[in-house]
């Protein structure tokens, strides 16, 4: 059998990512060669991020939204909910921030990313060696902390896993905190669903 290179494809498809402009109020992701957009999210899921973000200390950590990063030997630039990053770690400028600069990374799900925040990212990130994933659910009411990134690839994943339902607190060790979830919303009528 004769193995396939598919990097031809992978640079090609990373090429043709950069050089699409989303409408106004998408969001664009690559991931893992295939590309994901996705509407401006709900007022729940914004709440939640501004209040992750007002707790975690300016002065010692950069709270970036909207920011591409760029994961090594992968085909996907993932655009976080949130990137922590420690503050003289950050680049001077550039669109793609390097994952080894990255102490955690936030999701919050929304109807439309079950799958992905919970699955495909979660290999993504841990291929990437990002410390810390967290993902703010407010469909099932509850937070999910993975650490410890081992592997590789598709096959990469989070040796540690910590459920914590809203209300209680998420200690996150790497950034030297306890997050307050109490504030946190839910969507009213959503469906559960079955991870993590």
Known sequence: MTAVDDRPMTTGMVKIFEELEPPEGVKMELLR???VMMASPDIVHNMIVADVQDQIPRQRWSRLQTQDVDILDEASEPVPDLVVVARDALPDSGRLLPSKLVTMVVEVVSKSSVHQDYVIKRSIYAAGKISAYLILDPIMGHCVLLTKPAGQGED????????IKFGDPVPLERLGLELDTSEFGTFP????????
Do not use: F, T
Not at 156 to 163: H, K, P, R
């Open 189 to 196: 009528n959503a469906r559960p669903h079955r991870y993590p």
């Open 33 to 35: 060669g295939v590309i």
């Open 156 to 163: 990469a994943d989070y040796l540690s896993q910590e459920i």
